[in-house]
């Protein structure tokens, strides 16, 4: 027998970030100023990125790329690994993103990578704790409530059980 099941993804889209709570209106002003300090010559893409840890610590992350690929590291996993090496126990509760093309943000909504949707999964795993995510184009706001909602059917440590016996 064939079923046919479907996985659902809900966001919430907000148009401006005058309509955010002060503490997200924060977290995203300050990845759009972090994607300016991305290092980004070869594909002109950058991308920044804050996380907000539970003790309200935010930090910021960047696209780094290199002319050796795939030597480079996106936005997301720069914060999470910042925080994790600087700030162990201290855990991620919301992570913002803005990518700019040009000078100016990005026209569409760009969602993590799919190593970067990975590292979020497994962060949040790890920590026992959800990590909204915040989106950010130009013109419109995506809010995900648990960052492993970008990844529905991830690999985690349960997948790694059957092999560490």
């Given at each position: 027998m064939i079923r046919t099941e479907n996985i659902i993804f809900?966001?919430?889209?907000?148009?401006?970030?005058?309509?955010?709570?002060?503490a997200d209106r924060e977290l995203l002003g300050n990845a759009r100023k972090a994607a300016r300090n991305a290092y980004a010559p070869y594909s002109r893409?950058?991308?920044g990125a804050a996380l907000r840890l539970e003790s309200g610590k935010i930090i910021l992350g960047t696209n780094v790329e290199n002319a050796a690929f795939p030597s480079g590291?996106?936005?997301?996993?720069t914060a999470i690994y910042s925080a994790s090496s600087n700030f162990p126990g201290d855990k991620p509760v919301a992570l913002a993103i803005a990518a700019?093309?040009?000078?100016?943000?990005?026209?569409e909504i760009v969602s993590p990578c799919?190593?970067?949707?990975?590292?979020?999964?497994?962060?949040?795993?790890r920590n026992e704790n959800s990590i909204r995510v915040i989106l950010s184009s130009r013109e419109k706001i995506w809010i995900?409530?648990?960052g492993g909602d970008l990844l529905p059917?991830?690999?985690?440590?349960?997948?790694?059980?059957?092999?560490?016996?």
């Amino acid at each position: 027998m064939i079923r046919t099941e479907n996985i659902i993804f809900s966001y919430q889209e907000v148009d401006n970030s005058g309509e955010l709570e002060p503490a997200d209106r924060e977290l995203l002003g300050n990845a759009r100023k972090a994607a300016r300090n991305a290092y980004a010559p070869y594909s002109r893409f950058r991308v920044g990125a804050a996380l907000r840890l539970e003790s309200g610590k935010i930090i910021l992350g960047t696209n780094v790329e290199n002319a050796a690929f795939p030597s480079g590291i996106c936005a997301e996993r720069t914060a999470i690994y910042s925080a994790s090496s600087n700030f162990p126990g201290d855990k991620p509760v919301a992570l913002a993103i803005a990518a700019m093309t040009g000078e100016d943000l990005s026209d569409e909504i760009v969602s993590p990578c799919g190593n970067c949707r990975q590292v979020i999964a497994e962060e949040e795993q790890r920590n026992e704790n959800s990590i909204r995510v915040i989106l950010s184009s130009r013109e419109k706001i995506w809010i995900i409530k648990k960052g492993g909602d970008l990844l529905p059917l991830q690999f985690n440590k349960g997948h790694l059980k059957s092999a560490l016996r």
